[in-house]
T-cell receptor, first 113, second 117 residues
């Protein structure tokens, strides 16, 4: 089982719709969860983080965390073509070398006009 | 504020040749990371430095890869000799805090794209 799992997509949504991106993780002890956005040919940039169960909203973005189910998601409301990118889920996982930020493979989102 | 600076942006070499990548982190960031990213995959950690100390190098293939961070600022990642499978993007990132269960705000450079022929 991979430490952080995401559906690679592509996930296609029409402009103005809600995009829902999902991620599961294997380490029950993980405390912090992050969503990075990566445009094609560019480097990842942090867009959201969440530490507690429940929802966290920031503008059009909502991160949702359910530690019991080991599940974290990102909702993008009113999706825009500029949201088309790969979204990487990252989880802090405790290893022998301390906490390590571990990335999933990413989900490609395409917002269509 | 300047971001994380990496060079070169692109490098094409023949297999068995050496290659080096350089990274200058954001000023004041004591933690520096080197990640490798293959096409269609997420970044994979190679090594993490806290100041001058390599605190996690468990995923660094030490037979051919080496890294250093002199004076706790700039860092260099070297591959010698390069193999075909080393073709990837090498990302440098920095952060202010690390090692805790809540650290995860990394600032990435633009990456160095390596092609090994």
């Amino acid at each position: 089982q991979k430490e952080v799992e995401q559906n690679s997509g592509p996930l296609s949504v029409p402009e103005g719709a809600i995009a829902s991106l999902n991620c599961t993780y294997s380490d029950r002890g993980s405390q912090s969860f992050f969503w990075y956005r990566q445009y094609s040919g560019k480097s990842p940039e942090l867009i959201m983080f969440i530490y507690s169960n429940g929802d966290k909203e920031d503008g059009r973005f909502t991160a949702q965390l359910n530690k019991a189910s080991q599940y974290v998601s990102l909702l993008i409301r009113d999706s825009q073509p500029s949201d088309s990118a790969t979204y990487l889920c990252a989880v802090n996982i405790l290893t022998g070398g301390g906490n390590k930020l571990t990335f999933g493979t990413g989900t490609q989102l395409k917002v269509e006009l | 504020e300047a971001g994380v600076v990496q060079s070169p942006r692109y490098k094409i070499i023949e297999k068995k040749q050496p290659v080096a990548f350089w990274c200058n982190p954001i000023s004041g960031h004591n933690t520096l990371y080197w990640y490798l990213q293959n096409l269609g995959q997420g970044p994979e950690l190679l090594i993490r430095y806290e100041n001058e100390e390599a605190v996690d190098d468990s995923q660094l293939p030490k037979d051919r890869f080496s890294a250093e961070r002199l004076k706790g600022v700039d860092s260099t990642l070297k591959i010698q000799p390069a193999e075909l499978g080393d073709s990837a993007v090498y990302l440098c990132a920095s952060s202010q805090i690390a090692g805790t269960s809540y650290s995860g705000e990394l600032f990435f450079g633009e990456g160095s794209r390596l092609t090994v022929l």
